[in-house]
């Protein structure tokens, strides 16, 4: 079985979010900014309503998203980033239903993982976007440009709720190249 890949590339990762901004769907395209900000699991993107990410009362967006994860049980809690935010007050302006990734029907539920993964390859295929990319990328994306950005990979450990530190490397997806460029790059004596 293929393993996902993340997105190693900023520019086809906009591509591809931008990708259903071209089609006309921003629940899409929310679909993908949430996914690779948030870092969540593909099955907790998709249950999320709107009451996690909007405080009816004072009528704004929550600093956080606080869930618990459907395959780990923990608790985990999410600072919402200001892309995040944007591509959420889009997608508010066209709210169906109390699903952020609703479905277009009678009754409303939350977009299935089989649909997701639809919407995931037609972008990465819309955009020419090679290697097997699918619903977990969007995580590993996150995961790959935290890394990258110079944050520990224990904290990447704790982010994701893994058991062990060697899930959190394949997550990574470092390559040979990447290690290269580490001892290339060593400057001692």
Known sequence: ???AEPIKNKSQLTK???FWLKHGNV???TMIILGVYSALRMVDLLRLKWKDVYDFDLQEFRRHIVLTEKKTGKQTIIAINC?????????FQE???EFIFGNNRKEPK???????????????????LDGQI???SLRKTF???AWKAGVLPVMLMDIFNHSSFEITKRYLGITQEDRDKVYLGMVLC
């Open 134 to 136: 699918s619903c977990h």
């Open 110 to 128: 939350a977009l299935s993982r089989v649909q997701a993964w639809r919407i995931i390859k037609i972008a990465a295929k819309g955009v020419k």
């Open 95 to 97: 709210k169906r239903g």
């Open 1 to 3: 079985m293929p393993v």
């Open 16 to 18: 591809m979010a931008k």
């Open 83 to 91: 892309k995040a935010i944007v591509a959420l007050k889009m997608c």
């Open 143 to 145: 995961g790959y440009f």
């Open 27 to 29: 629940r899409n395209y």
